[in-house]
């Protein structure tokens, strides 16, 4: 079994935002070599997601008002965790969005449904911050 190991780092200019990163993931699993196997995505931080969805700005609007319902960022101090940050928000976002996504690899290439893409979710953004890309198989 062939095993595989990348890191992605990404530094977002806003508190939030979603980049597409399929073409990204995409390129690690042709580095690796691997045509049947397993892709795992997640970010290395408790405030982002990786998660699979349609790549539609409209979608992707209506994700951040839904989230900003469910966990508003302000005022920060309605959350206990807000004692010496401010991200208590982001930790919810994340926990709603989800951390990781596997994809199943299928003759070299990641088996997405048609509309299917891989998204970083930045919930805490504007510093650096890493993704991890890790595929096992043969
Ligand atoms: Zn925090």
Same mark, same amino acid.
């Not at 980049?19 to 405030?47: A, F």
């Not at 990786?50 to 700005?57: A, G, L, R």
């Not at 900003?68 to 401010?86: I, R, V």
């Given at each position: ?34 045509? @049947?196997? %397993?892709?795992?995505?997640? =970010?290395?931080?408790?405030? &982002?997601?990786?998660?699979?969805? /349609? #790549? ?11 989230? @900003?319902? %469910?966990?508003?960022?302000? =005022?920060?101090?309605?959350? &206990?965790?807000?004692?010496?940050? /401010? #991200? ?11 951390? @990781? ?38």
């Amino acid at each position: 079994m062939k095993s595989y190991r990348r890191e992605l780092w990404f530094n977002t200019t806003q508190r939030r935002e979603f980049i597409n990163i399929t073409q990204q993931v995409e390129e690690c699993l042709r580095e690796s070599g691997i045509r @049947e196997g %397993l892709c795992l995505v997640n =970010p290395m931080h408790i405030t &982002a997601s990786v998660f699979i969805n /349609d #790549n539609e700005s409209g979608l992707h609007a209506d994700f951040e008002k839904w989230l @900003e319902k %469910l966990a508003p960022e302000k =005022p920060h101090s309605q959350y &206990a965790h807000n004692g010496f940050e /401010d #991200n208590a928000d982001a930790h919810l976002k994340r926990q709603i969005m989800g951390r @990781e996504t596997v994809v199943a690899v299928t003759n070299g290439k990641l088996d997405l449904g048609t509309w299917e893409q891989i998204f970083y979710g930045e919930f805490d953004g504007k510093r650096r911050k890493r993704v991890l890309v890790k595929i096992i198989g043969e």
